[in-house]
């Protein structure tokens, strides 16, 4: 009928408008810019105005079908607050003349659908014109009332597509909001409603049932009170159920139940919608009959949730949620508990039925919040003559004691491979956290674990929930904090689906940020609370920790990846690794020693292992000598080779036939080869020097090293050797007797480590002491650098390499 308007202009508006519950400034703005073009009363003799403002609504509208109207109401509810008391209300007019014109438009559309051209233009046009007025009906039904016998003949819409379907659910939604206002309506009109509701209910399929139920719901129970006509209703779907579980029972195998499976199902369903909103168990319905509806019904859906057709269960399972909705308290019942608690925490249980109870604890949240918040609106009304939070809390500590009996099996939901069940379990937690009814410190390492998933929007909603923590209760972050990190491990061990690839603590992205970013940015704030952090997770690296490889590794990254800001934070960490490593290196050193076989014949053997000590200790004397040239240094270094080459022979011979302690060092060690690495690229990332580390005193002033980190870019974070040790699964394959030399020549490389682990000062022309050389020798041996026996023939330039290179030169470098 009409152009339509520009793409451009709605395309700007659905930005502009998703900005309305942003900072106060901006949504200050939104709601001005709106008021100007929408809701500012338009001259009645300018039709031309009226029907522009008309399309932009609905094309907006319609830009924002798969996305939730929200903000709609949001900005409505904004503008009519803002001016409740005032006298002059000009939203409230634009309201009213936008609510009359978009239903002459609706007439205007439907007069043309007769028109085969444009049927798909003016069919999609009628159903964002009817969501349109749905939504100003949620905010303000009042103004759809003398309306309402206008929308009634919709309902009698053909159904052949989906636009004609979401025509008939608009209108039952707004007949459900309208009808209640009505003074007077006419017999004739809800005689009418209900016949047209209940065709609808027996014909289609699930979104209309639910939607029309509930519109029955409201025009019965608070208007016609028309009691018989549903109860016969409900009793055509429980009868049909009762009598197919009767079916069931004498004859499992029977072919009847496969023959009748469309009616089971939609019995199974529509049983649920009346029962969610309809209480069968009052007089009005079953007059003065002693059984309990609401049992008798949770008998019948429960026999069929152990069916052995999923899909059978699944409307089972929607079905009970339904009734659990008018009556919570069947959740408490005990094969409640165990059916929702065995789904729920069952690793091979369907993911659909997972989901299904999620969403069903979901609704019952929902629908328990916008029950309150009427209530609240009911008692506000009269709040100064009765006791508001006594009425609140009755029900809210229905909804607290339900949520306590699952709680514990919705955040274990989190640990699931499909991103459906854990996008479920996060709404339940939020809507729980938000109502108030749990203890929020439980749910906080959850919540940081969740903060690490692979979808943006769920994380923003896990980090969300924790700001919003932090705010009221300050200090459950910091202590739930390493807690969370471990559990953020498992998070990531459950989503991870290639299991031989290790589990990684950054993004594979440019920016390799650290999964646990967040909580370390909400963490960083107060010293006291981020030195404990750090020092818990370096913690994890001691040799008594026992804490498996590959969570090192997670944590490594993150420690590697964190968004430090100032000089303090990884000197921190770089002053408390060079204390862990002097701590669990002799302990490592000791266990390994101690396991060496130590008979008469073999014990002079290691004598040539106790000359290299002392040829590598020689290197302390030549401080005293004048200091030799660098060419001449390398050469003496390369000449050794054949004595290390000697020493791992002299310890072959020492290892002991059972290679358990050999597999346990390698193990153990991979927490110190990762803080190595980890004070090798936090050297390498922020351009430190030896001597800036070895300084640094964690007593001093914080002002001291408060300067910004100057980040250097193209350096990451790549500890081959542990991505090695987890890539072969060392720790459970067989020791050959090349993996038992590598494990040697580690084991040197660390004696030798631990002999020179503090630097000496570098002495006045600029040379390395001997005891350094010594010192990083070893650890670019360790860290899979260029030593002869390590791989020398490997080319590939590691990101590991290039660390490695810097690694004991900063000094020299910083000169």
């Known amino acids: 009928i009409e152009q339509p308007t520009f793409p451009k202009i709605t395309e700007m508006c659905v930005k502009m408008i998703r900005r309305v519950n942003d900072e106060e400034g901006i949504k200050k703005l939104v709601n001005e810019t709106f008021q100007k073009l929408w809701f500012t009363p338009t001259p009645h003799n300018d039709k031309e105005a009226m029907t522009r403002k008309i399309l932009n609504i609905t094309d907006v509208v319609a830009a924002c079908r798969d996305t939730g109207y929200d903000w709609f109401e949001q900005l409505l509810q904004n503008l009519l607050k803002s001016e409740e008391d005032a006298s002059y209300k000009p939203v409230k007019k634009a309201c009213t003349q936008l609510v009359d014109n978009l239903v002459e438009h609706i007439l205007k559309y439907e007069e043309s659908l007769s028109d085969a051209d444009n049927k798909g233009v003016n069919s999609g046009r009628l159903v964002a014109c009817i969501t349109t007025l749905f939504l100003f009906s949620k905010i303000r039904p009042q103004l759809m009332v ?122 199974l369903f529509t049983v649920g919608a009346l029962c969610r909103h309809f209480d069968f168990d009052q007089e009005d319905f079953k007059g003065n009959s002693k059984v309990n509806i609401k049992d008798k019904v949770l008998e019948l859906l429960m026999y069929f949730t152990k069916h052995s057709d999923e899909e059978v269960q699944t409307k089972a399972i929607i079905g009970l949620g339904f009734a659990f909705i008018q009556h919570p308290s069947l959740m408490f019942e005990q094969e409640v508990k165990t059916l929702y608690n065995s789904i729920l925490s069952d690793k091979n249980c369907s993911v659909n039925l997972k989901i299904q109870v999620l969403k069903n604890l979901q609704t019952y949240l929902q629908e328990e919040d916008t029950r309150m918040q009427q209530a609240d609106r009911d008692w506000k009304k009269v709040a100064k003559q009765e006791d508001l939070k006594e009425m609140g809390d009755i029900s809210s500590g229905m909804s607290s004691s339900i949520m306590q009996l699952y709680l514990k099996q919705v955040l274990e939901a989190f640990f699931h491979t499909q991103s459906s069940v854990r996008h479920f379990a996060l709404n339940v937690i939020a809507l729980t956290l938000n109502q108030g009814l749990i203890h929020p410190v439980q749910c906080v390492p959850y919540l940081i674990a969740m903060g690490t998933d692979p979808e943006p929007s769920m994380r923003n909603k896990a980090d969300q929930q924790l700001v919003e923590i932090d705010k009221k209760y300050a200090g459950f972050i910091h202590m739930k904090a390493v807690a969370g990190m471990k559990m953020s491990y498992q998070v990531q061990q459950a989503i991870n689906t290639c299991p031989k690839d290790p589990v990684r603590g950054f993004r594979h992205d440019e920016s390799s940020s650290a999964l646990c970013s967040h909580l ?217 007797e090349e993996v038992k030399r590598s494990i040697v020549k580690q084991y040197l490389d660390f004696k030798l480590l631990m002999e020179h682990l503090d630097p000496d000062e570098e002495e006045e022309d600029g040379e390395v002491s001997a005891s350094t050389n010594a010192r990083n020798k070893a650890i670019t041996s360790l860290l899979g650098g260029g030593s002869p026996k390590n791989n020398a023939a490997e080319t590939e330039d590691d990101e590991s390499d290039g660390e490695d290179r810097g690694g004991g030169t900063s000094g020299v470098r910083r000169r």
């Open 520 to 736: 370390y940015s909400m963490i960083r704030g107060n010293r006291q609370h981020r030195r404990a952090f750090l020092i818990s997770l370096l913690n994890l690296f001691d040799d008594t920790a026992k804490t498996e490889v590959n969570m090192l590794l997670y944590i490594a990254d993150n420690l590697a990846c964190f968004p430090y800001q100032t000089q303090e934070e990884p000197l921190f960490i770089m002053h408390h690794i060079d204390i862990t490593l002097s701590v669990s290196g002799s302990n490592l050193l000791q266990s390994f020693k101690e396991s060496m076989v130590k008979d008469k014949k073999k014990e002079r053997k290691p004598s040539s292992d106790e000359e290299t000590e002392s040829d590598s200790n020689s290197g302390s004397e030549s401080e005293e000598e004048p200091s030799k040239p660098r060419r001449l240094r390398k050469r003496v270094d390369s000449d050794s080779d054949s004595d290390e080459e000697n020493d791992i022979n002299a310890v072959m011979k020492c290892l002991p036939e059972n290679s358990a302690p050999l597999i346990e060092f390698a193990n153990v060690s991979q927490g110190i080869l990762l803080l190595l690495m980890l004070k090798q690229h936090l050297k390498n990332l922020c351009g430190f020097s030896d001597s800036k580390i070895q300084k640094y005193s964690p007593s001093e002033s914080a002002k001291v090293y408060d300067k910004a980190i100057n980040r250097k870019t193209g350096v990451h974070f790549h500890p081959k050797q542990t991505l090695d040790f987890l890539r072969s699964d060392m720790a459970n394959s067989k020791i050959t």
């Open 146 to 267: 003398k309306h309402a016998m206008t929308m009634q003949p919709y309902l009698t819409t053909k159904c052949s597509t989906q636009n004609d379907f979401m025509v008939i659910c608009n209108v039952a939604k707004i007949l459900e909001l309208v009808v209640p206002l009505m003074e007077h309506p006419s017999e004739t009109f809800l005689a009418t409603i209900e016949e047209d509701l209940m065709k609808l209910i027996i014909k289609y399929g699930m979104t209309v049932v639910q939607h029309c139920v509930s519109c029955l719901g409201a025009v019965v129970n608070k208007v016609t009170q028309n009691y018989k006509f549903v109860w016969a209703c409900f009793n055509r779907y429980y009868g049909a159920l009762s009598k197919l579980k009767s079916q069931h029972q004498e004859d499992p195998n029977s072919t009847i139940l496969t023959a009748n499976k469309p009616a089971l199902l939609r019995s």
